[in-house]
């Protein structure tokens, strides 16, 4: 009975540490293709996008197509240090509201808190690549939907950027690792996990809407039903069917200005399956 983002969708981006322009490139034209407004290849973001858009609040709303960025914030000088915990996720949103030309849009606004190579944040790695939540008034003044999520190319690459790094585990069974898109082992992982954040945010912002399980503390959403599915025939350990450029590196979704990207695929309310633009089905 909750709300889902059905506004258009304003994105303010935290870049949490020391981040490398090349970096930043990747992931803008990531968000930038999830906009209907763009034009991509098919299969496109922008495709992958309106499974998420088949969410509704209980007036029939959709989720937004539209997805802009309407903001960025760069904290290249660590405000809270280099290990945060889940709470000063929120002090990282306080500081750049304050800090930064936007201002706090608590109509349309999601944050987004990217954190770079060399911060360490609590249970990242070990429980989670990234996560949801909304910012308590007392913190930051407003409640508002946000997301975090890490760089593991350095701290857990074979955890949150799998399949372009294999866990030990998988070291004999044959299967190699896949070579990223943008040749970027820790930002082509990221984008998996900020598609996934992203969906879930939109589908069930208060953590009140789409979810399943009888307990709203531990939600599996939209995107963890679908974790590790990036293509036709996927499960097991086994991604499924994608596709590979002329230099062998794969993807599964063209973005703008040329780029692709591997992004996994969301749960459909309509297919009642996991679902992705690249299906052969």
């Not at 799998?162 to 082992?185: E, H, K, Q, T």
């Not at 984008?191 to 939600?219: F, K, Q, R």
């Not at 599915?229 to 993807?251: A, E």
């Amino acid at each position: 009975m909750g709300p889902v983002l059905s506004s258009p969708i304003n994105i303010y981006l935290i870049w949490y540490g020391k981040w490398p322009q090349s970096h930043k490139l990747i992931i803008n034209d990531f968000l930038l293709s999830l906009s209907t407004t763009t034009s991509n290849d098919h299969p496109s973001v922008a495709e992958w996008w309106r499974t998420v858009s088949l969410y509704t609040d209980q007036t029939g709303a959709n989720v937004s197509r539209s997805v802009v960025i309407a903001g960025e914030y760069s904290d290249q000088r660590y405000s809270h240090g280099t290990q945060l915990s889940r709470l000063s996720i929120q002090q990282v949103i306080a500081t750049a509201v304050r800090s930064a030309p936007f201002q706090i849009d608590h109509k349309n606004g999601i944050y987004l808190i990217l954190t770079s190579l060399d911060v360490t944040v609590e249970d990242f790695c070990r429980a989670v690549c990234g996560f949801h939540y909304f910012t308590f008034p007392s913190m930051v003044g407003y409640t508002l939907p946000y997301a975090w999520v890490g760089n593991s190319g350095k701290q857990c690459p074979e955890v949150c950027a799998y399949p372009f790094a294999i866990p030990g585990y998988m070291a004999g069974s044959g299967a190699g690792a896949l070579l990223p898109p943008n040749s970027d082992v820790g930002v082509d992982g990221m984008i998996s996990v900020i598609g996934h954040e992203l969906a879930e945010l939109a589908s069930n912002p208060l953590v009140n809407a789409w979810y399943a399980g009888e307990d709203p503390t531990a939600p599996v959403e939209i995107g963890d039903l679908c974790e590790g599915l990036y293509g036709t025939g996927g499960g097991g350990g086994y991604i499924g069917q994608v596709m590979k450029d002329n230099q062998g590196r794969t993807f599964n979704l063209n973005g703008t200005k040329g780029r692709k990207f591997l992004v996994q695929w969301i749960w459909s309310p309509v297919f009642k399956a996991c679902a992705g633009p690249n299906a052969l089905d």
